[in-house]
């Protein structure tokens, strides 16, 4: 009788050990399903986030950029350009316009007054085969057809327009492994026969 006793409550033990064990384990398996559903949801609404040139705001949408006619307008492709506003794209191109007074001043000597880029394939054609030096400085570019060489690293051709006159825009990408994501922007002048981001001025060598 004590044995059989024994045994009984053995049994309700092991039985609601049995039941614990799988409450706590189908527990645990709904407690991850709804983490990696949290995470897979986190992911996909985390659009990506772009820092402004100028401002230094972030911004998620593609950005804005000047046209050759000076209109702001927003940017179709992300990566294009990093300008949060219109304010901000006028701001820059400002940047840029002061950079080339300052380099008309400088080298007025060697001006070509009767450069023109007519179409954007004239900004390629222009820059295909040169190579630009920093005034006193290190920084050295060189264009080929594939894209250019930025001391020592490699970028491809995004986009080349001419902004009518002398000037003109491209834009390249890195295809440098160590680099993958970064771009630059560079205004050129045929004109002044250099190039410049806003803030470093390369002249024609
Ligand atoms: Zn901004």
Known sequence: MRINKFSKHLFSTITLCFFCFLFWAT??????RENESTTTEMKEEKPTEWTCNICKTTFT????????NGNCKSLEEPMQGFLCSCKCAKEARGNFDKAYDDVMEATSYQADNDCKFESDNDVLTYLIGKS????????????DASGATISGMQYQWMSYTSLGGYKGKVKLSSIDPSNPDATI???VSCKEKSITDGQTVLFLD
């Open 185 to 187: 922007t560079l205004y």
């Open 132 to 143: 630009f030096t920093q005034d006193g400085g290190t920084i050295k570019i060189r264009f």
């Open 27 to 32: 527990s645990e398996k709904k407690e991850s």
């Open 61 to 68: 949408h593609n950005g804005f950029e000047l046209d050759e």
